[in-house]
Nanobody, 122 residues
Framework: VQLQASGGGLVQTGGSLILSCVAS????????MAWFRQAPGKEREFVGT????????QYADSVKGRFTISRDNAKNTVYLHMNSLKPEDTAVYYC????????????????WGQGTQVTVSS
């Protein structure tokens, strides 16, 4: 399956953004989906993941209470709603797909989008 992420941009501290990731070329509902991020000079970091049906979601502690993951299987799309953004949220955000359930391990994700840049100014 191919993944296309979009929605990144420049936002001030405290602002909001919604990222989208559209899947094509496969059965979207077969996969659990996740968002990861990578800041310059840092390793790729888990942000959150959602099961195939959307019934279970897990977040990194750093974004819990501020970010929300959702999915629309009819539209083959997973979303990341980001609120109360902080400068430390600045990173390239990637969506990813896995056949596993609620895994935070990047190596278990077999399909990756190209990434979308989020920059939070102070």
């Amino acid at each position: 399956v191919q993944l296309q992420a979009s929605g990144g941009g420049l936002v001030q501290t405290g602002g909001s953004l919604i990222l989208s990731c559209v899947a094509s070329g496969g059965t979207f509902s077969y996969y659990a989906m996740a968002w990861f991020r990578q800041a310059p000079g840092k390793e790729r970091e888990f942000v959150g993941t959602i099961t195939k049906s959307g019934s279970r979601i897990q977040y990194a502690d750093s974004v819990k209470g501020r970010f929300t993951i959702s999915r629309d299987n009819a539209k083959n799309t997973v979303y990341l709603h980001m609120n109360s953004l902080k400068p430390e949220d600045t990173a390239v955000y990637y969506c990813a797909a896995t056949a596993q359930i609620l895994t935070v391990r990047a190596w278990e994700y077999i399909h990756w989008g190209q990434g979308t840049q989020v920059t939070v100014s102070s």
